[in-house]
């Protein structure tokens, strides 16, 4: 599944390698940016204008659906529609990744998706805090979403016994509870967010809400006619079958066994250079290996690890970069975790069943630290370096 093993505490044992690994990372991203041109824009607007017609030709068949062959036919393109439409066009969209392009209709602030979280609220808890504090404990609230325990350093409670029921039964409502989480509700108690604000959120997701139900469970159904039930029953197929790939690419890209999860404290991350922020990234994701299809169907998060180091360059030249990654990795001796879907699908719901289980090195690394008269996790100690701005690439 990789390469080389990985020391566990990269801060010191990789020290003198970071910034090399930086150097070499940012010389690939300045390539690529200044490379970007046609080829990149025709790219998204072919898969724009198959997206569209994948979906124009799945709502004409599920308006004729009484018969079987054409239910089948308008389901089948319409969870393909929204597959690309979530996955290769909005989440890359809302990256910023063609924004050079200077097109308003596929750009980070004006796109819109198809999924119940309005655009704004994702961006600030997927494209900020999770892409800034990667698998960082504490931090990055992506790292089981509150409710899942996917590292030894998370605190068990009895609650997470049933974390792989209701792992499960997220998958096929996973718009729901993604939309549920970019809330924020845990941290109104905490004053890390107002009320106001968490008012403010919730109501524009009642109004995307609103306008999502009305679009695939009222509007169209009716405008079936005779059609409206089978209709109704294609759109809902359609929405969980894309949750559950969803699901099911976001977990492979960030949970199987060999992806690392770090104790820092925020502090000790201000200190954080390129390199070192690079290397977590690397360390924290997984890639998924399979051919172009695959690729476009995941939005190429099929590449997780180059998403994550190069989050807002054009997503067709992850394929492209990625060998010249996964070699950067070997010669520094860093874990590049790669396998085919089936192998990190087993290994994410490893990790589920693991976890959801009391941890007995973690009891006795609290007592030992209660015996030694400390009640906090030790971490490795970031070099007293300036941090980098927290420029696009970050976010």
Same mark, same amino acid.
């Given at each position: 599944?990789?390469?080389?093993?990985?020391?566990?505490?990269?801060?010191?044992?990789?020290?003198?390698?970071?910034?090399?690994?930086?150097?070499?990372?940012?010389?690939?991203?300045?390539?690529?940016?200044?490379?970007?041109?046609?080829?990149?824009?025709?790219?998204?607007?072919?898969?724009?204008?198959?997206?569209?017609?994948?979906?124009?030709?799945?709502?004409?068949?599920?308006?004729?659906?009484?018969?079987?062959?054409?239910?089948?036919?308008?389901?089948?393109?319409?969870?393909?529609?929204?597959?690309?439409?979530?996955?290769?066009?909005?989440?890359?969209?809302?990256?910023?990744?063609?924004?050079?392009?200077?097109?308003?209709?596929?750009?980070?602030?004006?796109?819109?998706?198809?999924?119940?979280?309005?655009?704004?609220?994702?961006?600030?808890?997927?494209?900020?805090?999770?892409?800034?504090?990667?698998?960082?404990?504490?931090?990055?609230?992506?790292?089981?979403?509150?409710?899942?325990?996917?590292?030894?350093?998370?605190?068990?409670?009895?609650?997470?016994?049933?974390?792989?029921?209701?792992?499960?039964?997220?998958?096929?409502?996973?718009?729901?509870?993604?939309?549920?989480?970019?809330?924020?509700?845990?941290?109104?108690?905490?004053?890390?967010?107002?009320?106001?604000?968490?008012?403010?959120? $919730? /109501?524009?997701?009642? !109004?995307?809400?609103?306008?999502?139900?009305?679009?695939? *469970? &009222?509007?169209? +159904? @009716?405008?079936?006619?005779?059609?409206?039930?089978?209709?109704?029953?294609?759109?809902?197929?359609?929405?969980?079958?894309?949750?559950?790939?969803?699901?099911?690419?976001?977990?492979?890209?960030?949970?199987?066994?060999?992806?690392?999860?770090?104790?820092?404290?925020?502090?000790?991350?201000?200190?954080?250079?390129?390199?070192?922020?690079?290397?977590?990234?690397?360390?924290?994701?997984?890639?998924?290996?399979?051919?172009?299809?695959?690729?476009?169907?995941?939005?190429?998060?099929?590449?997780?690890?180059?998403?994550?180091?190069?989050?807002?360059?054009?997503?067709?030249?992850?394929?492209? $970069? /990625?060998?010249?990654? !996964?070699?950067?990795?070997?010669?520094?001796?860093?874990? *590049? &975790?790669?396998? +085919? @879907?089936?192998?990190?699908?087993?290994?994410?719901?490893?990790?589920?069943?693991?976890?959801?289980?009391?941890?007995?090195?973690?009891?006795?690394?609290?007592?030992?630290?209660?015996?030694?008269?400390?009640?906090?996790?030790?971490?490795?100690?970031?070099?007293?370096?300036?941090?980098?701005?927290?420029?696009?690439?970050?976010?």
């Amino acid at each position: 599944m990789s390469t080389t093993a990985v020391p566990v505490t990269p801060f010191k044992s990789l020290e003198d390698h970071t910034e090399l690994l930086g150097e070499e990372l940012d010389r690939i991203r300045a390539e690529v940016v200044a490379a970007r041109g046609a080829e990149d824009a025709r790219y998204i607007r072919t898969v724009i204008a198959a997206q569209r017609g994948l979906e124009a030709g799945g709502r004409a068949a599920l308006a004729v659906s009484l018969f079987p062959p054409a239910w089948l036919a308008g389901t089948a393109m319409l969870t393909t529609a929204k597959i690309l439409e979530n996955m290769e066009l909005g989440h890359n969209i809302l990256h910023g990744q063609w924004d050079w392009m200077g097109d308003p209709a596929i750009h980070s602030t004006t796109w819109e998706w198809d999924f119940l979280t309005p655009a704004d609220a994702w961006k600030h808890t997927h494209n900020h805090l999770h892409h800034t504090y990667t698998n960082v404990v504490g931090l990055d609230r992506d790292l089981g979403y509150t409710i899942l325990r996917m590292s030894p350093d998370q605190r068990w409670h009895p609650g997470h016994l049933l974390q792989p029921l209701y792992t499960a039964l997220l998958a096929p409502v996973f718009e729901w509870g993604i939309a549920l989480y970019d809330l924020e509700a845990d941290a109104v108690p905490s004053g890390r967010k107002s009320v106001r604000a968490f008012l403010s959120d $919730l /109501a524009g997701l009642a !109004r995307k809400a609103v306008r999502q139900a009305a679009k695939d *469970y &009222v509007l169209f +159904p @009716l405008l079936a006619g005779p059609s409206a039930l089978p209709c109704l029953l294609g759109n809902v197929t359609a929405n969980g079958l894309r949750n559950i790939w969803a699901h099911t690419v976001i977990f492979c890209g960030h949970f199987p066994s060999d992806v690392q999860t770090f104790s820092y404290e925020e502090e000790q991350l201000e200190g954080e250079t390129r390199g070192q922020w690079y290397l977590r990234q690397i360390q924290g994701s997984a890639n998924i290996e399979g051919g172009f299809l695959l690729h476009v169907l995941t939005g190429n998060l099929s590449h997780q690890i180059e998403h994550h180091v190069f989050p807002d360059l054009p997503s067709n030249r992850y394929a492209e $970069l /990625a060998p010249r990654v !996964r070699e950067i990795c070997a010669r520094h001796g860093i874990t *590049y &975790v790669s396998a +085919p @879907l089936w192998r990190q699908y087993a290994s994410m719901w490893g990790r589920v069943l693991r976890h959801s289980l009391p941890d007995a090195s973690r009891r006795r690394r609290t007592s030992a630290r209660a015996a030694a008269g400390t009640g906090v996790a030790e971490a490795p100690k970031a070099p007293s370096t300036t941090r980098p701005a927290r420029s696009r690439s970050r976010s």
